[in-house]
């Protein structure tokens, strides 16, 4: 489930920084959880896998978790936007792995080390 333009927007790609907005009338937040939404640890996960593979210009789906740790929930009425700091990116031909955190403005919400692969290559059987 493609998450970007209805869930959340890229408002600024600084390359290594990129500023978000959540839609907080989003329909997962309907259900988690009405009237206290927050988003889902999956949804945060996807968000991660679509900026990256917009700037890597490759459809990026996730291979492991090596570290991933919600520190503070991050609720789209309290913190509609919300920067993704992608301290580190290695690239191969098969995919990436990443490292960073997410902020709300200088409370951090979410640590993540995280290896994606290319969809594309995958599914040609290039790995």
């Known amino acids: 489930m493609k998450l970007q333009n209805e869930m959340f927007t890229i408002e600024e790609d600084k ?5 978000i907005r959540l839609n907080p009338d989003h329909e997962i ?7 206290n939404p927050i988003t889902p640890g999956v949804c945060i996960v996807q968000i991660i896998s ?4 917009e700037q890597q210009h ?3 789906a996730l291979d492991s978790i090596v ?3 919600f520190v503070s929930t991050i609720s789209p009425v309290e913190d509609p936007e919300v920067d993704i700091t992608f301290t580190s ?4 031909d098969e995919g990436c792995k990443t490292k960073g955190v997410i902020m709300a403005g200088e409370q951090l919400k979410t640590k993540f080390s995280i290896v994606f692969f290319d969809k594309q290559s995958r599914e040609a059987g290039c790995i």
């Open 15 to 19: 390359g290594q920084e990129v500023k």
């Open 29 to 35: 937040y309907r259900a988690h959880f009405p009237g």
């Open 50 to 53: 679509e900026v990256l593979g």
């Open 58 to 60: 490759r459809q990026l």
């Open 67 to 69: 570290n991933l740790k």
């Open 89 to 92: 990116v290695e690239t191969t």
